[in-house]
T-cell receptor, first 109, second 113 residues
Framework: RKEVEQDPGPFNVPEGATVAFNCTYS??????FFWYRQDCRKEPKLLMS???SGNEDGRFTAQLNRASQYISLLIRDSKLSDSATYLC??????????FGDGTTLTVKP | DARVTQTPRHKVTEMGQEVTMRCQPI?????VFWYRQTMMQGLELLAY????????DSGMPKDRFSAEMPDATLATLKIQPSEPRDSAVYFC???????????FGEGSWLTVV
């Protein structure tokens, strides 16, 4: 079993839709969590950190459930420019950063 | 604008040849990661260093791969001998320690024929 698992998708949604991505992790000692975005043929870039209380950044909302070892990302009012692969990242206390395989989103006009 | 710098950006080599990829982390970052990405495997962690010391290289095939940090401004990943299955994008990333964001270079695109 992979340390970090994501639904690979692809998710194909119309502009304006709300879409949610899920991620589970196996290491209960994991300490910090992030969502990254990767565009085609580019490097991953930080989208947002994920805090225990949940956090929002504009149209993006991230949630963490430590008891269930589950992280989510919600995108509201999808834009064409949101089309990308979204990667869940889990860090251990030792600083090891493990990435999920990513969920591909395509937003269509 | 601080960034992680990787060389070469693209490399095509023949099977059996040695390949060396280099990474300059962001100045002041003490943690360096090497990842490999393919369509089939996603982003795999090969090795990572803190303060130039290797902390975990369990993801790296030991028989042909080696990773080092000769100094704080240079990390290297070497494949010898290279094989076609090593064809992938190799990303270097750096950060400031546990719990903090890591920043990626643009990757080294390797093709072994």
């Amino acid at each position: 079993r992979k340390e970090v698992e994501q639904d690979p998708g692809p998710f194909n949604v119309p502009e304006g839709a709300t879409v949610a991505f899920n991620c589970t992790y196996s290491n209960s000692a994991s300490q910090s969590f992030f969502w990254y975005r990767q565009d085609c043929r580019k490097e991953p870039k930080l989208l947002m950190s994920v805090y225990s209380s949940g956090n929002e950044d504009g149209r993006f909302t991230a949630q963490l459930n430590r008891a269930s070892q589950y992280i989510s990302l919600l995108i509201r009012d999808s834009k064409l420019s949101d089309s990308a692969t979204y990667l869940c990242v889990v860090n251990t206390n030792a600083g090891k950063s493990t990435f999920g395989d990513g969920t591909t989103l395509t937003v269509k006009p | 604008d601080a960034r992680v710098t990787q060389t070469p950006r693209h490399k095509v080599t023949e099977m059996g040849q040695e390949v060396t990829m280099r990474c300059q982390p962001i100045l002041g970052h003490n943690t360096v990661f090497w990842y490999r990405q393919t369509m089939m495997q996603g982003l795999e962690l090969l090795a990572y260093f803190r303060n130039r010391a290797p902390l975990d290289d369990s993801g790296m095939p030991k028989d042909r791969f080696s990773a080092e940090m000769p100094d704080a401004t240079l990390a290297t990943l070497k494949i010898q001998p290279s094989e076609p299955r090593d064809s992938a994008v190799y990303f270097c990333a750096s950060g400031t320690g546990p719990g903090n964001t890591i920043y990626f270079g643009e990757g080294s695109w390797l093709t072994v024929v």
